[in-house]
């Protein structure tokens, strides 16, 4: 199992890189994460939160919605192709353990990546996998969930998680 790295680790403001060929190194890495994230109860894990810089992801969403689309798998060098409507959701992430703020995420995304049989692959993804989608191309890119609320918001939000992180540390 993987460490997962919280903020402000300085990864999570940083861009990933490219995979270049989907080897046995890069399946290892695969099945370590789908582990770290289902031993965290996670739905969706981008590998610099482990601390490995490359532009992967796994998501399953099979666990977490009683009704409505689901979603599982690997996505590698992921980009969003289109996206559409709106939709108002409240996220958690396991580099900010016990945290949720509430996000405006597109409710459906059209997504091109290749999988982990170096497949290209072209995905419509709608509602908790849409999210989940945006969430984790949001790592890639260095961008976390507080850059996407507004100023007071934000700042709300990290004040919050500072607190809890001290309770934590006085506990």
Same mark, same amino acid.
């Given at each position: ?5 919280t =903020?402000?680790?300085?990864?999570l403001? &940083?861009?990933?890189?490219p +995979?270049?060929s +989907?080897?046995a190194?890069? &399946?290892?890495i ?5 582990e770290t994230?289902?031993k965290?109860?996670g739905i969706?894990?981008?590998?610099n939160?482990v601390n490995?810089?490359l532009?992967?992801?796994v998501i399953?969403?099979t666990?977490?919605?009683e009704?409505?689309e689901? =979603?599982?798998g690997v996505?590698?060098?992921?980009t969003?192709?289109?996206k559409?409507? *709106? ?6 992430c396991?580099? =900010?353990?016990?945290?949720?703020v509430?996000?405006i995420?597109a409710k ?7 999988n982990?049989f170096?497949?290209e692959?072209t995905?419509k993804?709608?509602?908790l996998?849409a999210v989940?989608f *945006?969430?984790?191309f949001?790592?890639?890119s260095?961008?976390t969930?507080?850059? &996407? ?5 934000? &700042?709300f939000a990290l004040e919050?998680y500072?607190?809890m ?7």
């Open positions: 199992m993987l460490e997962i790295v =903020f402000p680790n300085e990864i403001k &940083r861009k990933t890189n +995979v270049k +989907v080897d190194e890069i &399946r290892d695969i099945a370590q994460m789908k994230m289902y965290n109860d969706g894990l981008a590998a939160q490995i810089p532009s992967i992801m399953d969403t666990s977490r919605e009704e409505g689901k =979603f599982k996505l590698i060098n992921p969003l192709v289109a559409e409507d *709106q939709i108002k959701f409240k996220e958690g396991l580099s =900010f353990p016990g945290l949720q509430e996000v995420r459906e995304v059209l997504i091109k990546a290749i982990e170096e497949e692959i995905l993804l709608t509602g996998p989940v *945006q969430h984790e949001d790592h890639l260095g961008i969930f507080l850059d &996407r609320l507004s100023g007071i918001k934000k &700042r919050k500072q607190k992180l001290k309770e934590q540390v006085g506990a």
